[in-house]
């Protein structure tokens, strides 16, 4: 028998009592700054990095990141710049960025490769964005036979390039290649070593705007194959699995990020062209050179169709060219691609 059961002092009761009272009082004020800080920690938005290049078609991401759009949907966004779209592929497979944005021959050669990379939304495709200028001499692309060419290998200035080779009789072996980056284009261009250049904006219209416009001219563009180099919002597979919310929410905002535009469009532009070091005015000329994709549009992208705005059409193309040019081993389905179902679920 325990004494101390028996004989408790009035004191100790007191205390007891006390004790007891206080507990009733702080644990309700316990329970709910725990449930402030669960609400909190819910709340805090998830941060994302996302991979891009500088290209005027990616201006309602540039908008978005500016405005700060991606916090309605509970995401904290940071648009990684890389100066070479090869390096995105890696880095979106080695988690150093979450997702990031491609051209679609990037994603068919990086399926082809053994990769679980997918594309989640269409951004846009290059009208005109993406083009092989030359002098005065070059009259045609018929004319390319035995010239120096300067163009980014295994990139959509190399599948431009090869695309339009192979419509006017030609293959690369009726060229001189000259390997080197969209950007440099301009200045190899400037000092008459090099009469024929692949490049897109806004390197382009650097090229086209020296001699006041009268020194070199657009033979072939993405004008002359619309949406054969279209540029895609890309995850990998897991991470599709993984953040589907996330995403949503990022294809949300661009979505935001682009009615803002059609809202606003000199604000818009002075937005896009800080990011792209261009002027507002530039910025507005260059984007003629693209269409950016409403989200009505964004399903049939999906969709088999013979039209190359259609990923089984242009996928195709795409897909002989590079396994023609021994970029890959075999042309992948499709279907391994992409992943329509969050953007089919926006568009119902």
């Known amino acids: 028998m325990k004494l101390a059961g028996l004989f408790s002092s009035p004191a100790a009761s007191t205390a007891s009592s006390s004790s007891s009272l206080l507990g009733k009082l702080f644990k309700p004020a316990l329970g709910a ?64 960025v979450d997702g990031g944005m491609l051209t679609y021959d990037q994603v068919v050669g990086q399926v082809a490769a053994g990769k679980s990379m997918k594309v989640v939304m269409p951004i846009d495709y290059s009208n005109g964005g993406d083009a092989i200028v030359a ?19 295994l990139s959509p200035s190399d599948f431009l390039l090869s695309y339009a080779l192979k419509v006017n009789g030609l293959t ?51 004008k002359d194959a619309p949406g054969l180099i279209a540029d895609v919002l890309v995850f990998d597979d897991k991470a599709i699995k993984a953040k589907p919310t996330e995403i949503t929410g990022i294809i949300k905002a661009y979505l935001d990020g682009m009615a ?17 070091g261009v002027s507002a005015k530039e910025a507005k000329e260059q984007m003629s050179g693209v269409y950016n994709i409403p989200l009505a549009e964004m399903p049939k992208a999906f969709l088999p169709a013979k039209e190359t705005t259609s990923y089984y059409a242009s996928g195709d193309v795409i897909g002989q060219l590079l396994k023609a040019k021994g ?9 391994a691609t992409m992943d329509a179902s969050l953007v089919k679920a926006l568009a119902k």
């Open 33 to 96: 700054a725990l449930s402030l800080a669960t609400a909190a920690a819910m709340a805090a938005p998830t941060n994302m990095k996302i991979a891009t290049v500088v290209w005027i078609g990616y201006g309602p991401f540039y908008v978005a990141e500016s405005l700060d759009l991606f916090k309605k949907y509970n995401l904290k966004v940071s648009l990684q710049v890389f100066t070479d779209p090869a390096l995105i592929p890696p880095a979106i497979a080695s988690g150093a």
């Open 135 to 153: 002098d005065a001499s070059i009259k045609s692309v018929k004319d390319f036979k035995g010239k120096k060419i300067g163009y980014n290998p």
């Open 172 to 222: 690369e072996k009726d060229i001189s290649p000259v390997s080197m980056t969209p950007e440099a284009v301009p200045a190899a261009m400037a000092s008459g070593q090099l009469p024929i250049g692949v490049t897109y904006e806004p390197s382009l219209s650097q090229v086209l705007g020296q001699g006041g416009g009268k020194k070199f001219k657009v033979v072939f563009s993405s």
């Open 260 to 276: 803002y535009m059609k809202a606003k469009p000199d604000d818009a532009a002075k937005i896009i062209g800080k990011f792209m």
């Open 327 to 335: 970029q890959i081993s075999a042309v992948p389905a499709t279907e």
